[in-house]
């Protein structure tokens, strides 16, 4: 039998789209984040762990090995383990497009490097139980479509190097499918790209319920759509299922979350799908039941928790507490339908 699914925070919702990052409202610390994860209570079930964005304020790609140790105390003292890990791929100290020039492609596996050498630290402390190094392409959709085929023949061609990395490391990497990443962008370019890399095992997927969620309207890629809108609900499922099926073997990290079916930006972030409340009334998935379909066999795919991803929500609602027990609550729903599945 599959072991239970353990329930993970992210803590990128602090940063994603805030001041840092060109956005009107103010970071949110990881100290604060983290205070929220911990205090999260749907019963006796709480937060197992988070995952960490390992950006400026949050966590520099340039802490000392001392300072990472330091790091895992305080995680661990709240009780919670460290899982995946999204390396600072877009730019700054390290970081650069997939797809740029020698020096770009140089930088972004530099960001990789970073990760690697971050996770080690963790998992030596014992605070980091598992997860995957997280990884997009850095690139835009405009900047991608001016040569498709070259560009995605260079972004395999950077994430080969950089699964080769990670391996090296007995890391993982999963790259993101999110609409607004150049190369990424719907199912059928995400599902060539990683064909092309054909690292299965070592480079693969981290689905979103909120971002898959418009790969099925083709937003940003009309041809590659699957639904229309006022699709009926047995269309829906019948897209769901054969998208899930395509990109499922290669998913080894997994986000809870939902979507209204728009797309949302702030900052330095382009638009790309919305992050919702667990409970918004304009939700358009069935959380726990569209979880089922990419969690399949999640043990196989050496899959140990889910994380809850709500980019770019106000910080009026991530500062309620009440905001991260509804959260739990819809974590606790996935958990435990996968355990008697």
């Not at 990128?12 to 994860?37: H, N, R, Y």
Request: a negative charge.
């Amino acid at each position: 039998m599959a072991e239970k699914l353990k329930l993970h925070n992210a803590m990128w919702p602090g940063l994603v789209g805030k001041a840092s990052q060109g956005g009107d409202e103010p970071d949110i610390d990881l100290d604060t984040m983290l205070e929220l994860t911990a205090n999260a209570r749907v019963g006796e079930n709480k937060f197992d762990g988070v995952d960490l964005f390992l950006f400026d304020p949050h966590i520099s790609p340039d802490l000392d090995d001392a300072a990472i140790k330091t790091l895992a105390d305080k995680i661990a003292d709240k009780g919670l383990d460290v899982g995946s890990m999204v390396a600072p791929v877009w730019g700054g100290t390290v970081g650069g497009p997939a797809m740029g020039s020698d020096e770009d492609k140089a930088n972004f596996l530099k960001a990789v490097e970073v990760a690697c050498r971050i996770g080690g630290v963790l998992n030596d402390h014992g605070v980091r139980k598992g997860g995957v190094i997280r990884i997009d392409s850095a690139s835009s959709v405009a900047d991608w479509a001016k040569d498709p085929s070259g560009n995605t023949a260079a972004i395999a061609d950077t994430f080969r190097k950089a699964g080769k990395i990670a391996a090296d490391h007995g890391e993982r990497i999963a790259a993101e499918g999110e609409v607004c990443w150049g190369g990424m962008h719907s199912w059928k370019d995400m599902l060539d790209l990683l064909e092309q890399v054909d690292m299965q095992g070592t480079v693969g997927f981290q689905a979103d319920l909120a971002h898959t969620y418009l790969y099925l309207l083709g937003i940003n890629a009309p041809e590659h759509a699957v639904l229309k809108e006022g699709y009926s609900e047995e269309e829906f499922w019948a897209a769901y299922e054969s998208m899930t099926d395509k990109l499922r073997p290669w998913t080894t990290d997994f986000h809870v979350a939902q979507n209204d079916g728009t797309v949302h930006g702030s900052g330095d972030h382009e638009k790309t799908g919305r992050h919702c409340p667990a409970d918004d009334v304009n939700g358009k998935l069935d959380i726990t039941a569209c979880s089922k379909y990419w969690l399949k066999d999640y043990d196989q795919r050496g899959i140990k928790h889910i994380c809850w991803d709500g980019c770019m929500f106000s910080n009026e609602k991530l500062l309620q507490q009440e905001t991260w027990n509804t959260i739990l609550a819809a974590m606790v729903d996935v958990r435990d339908a996968m355990a008697t599945a």
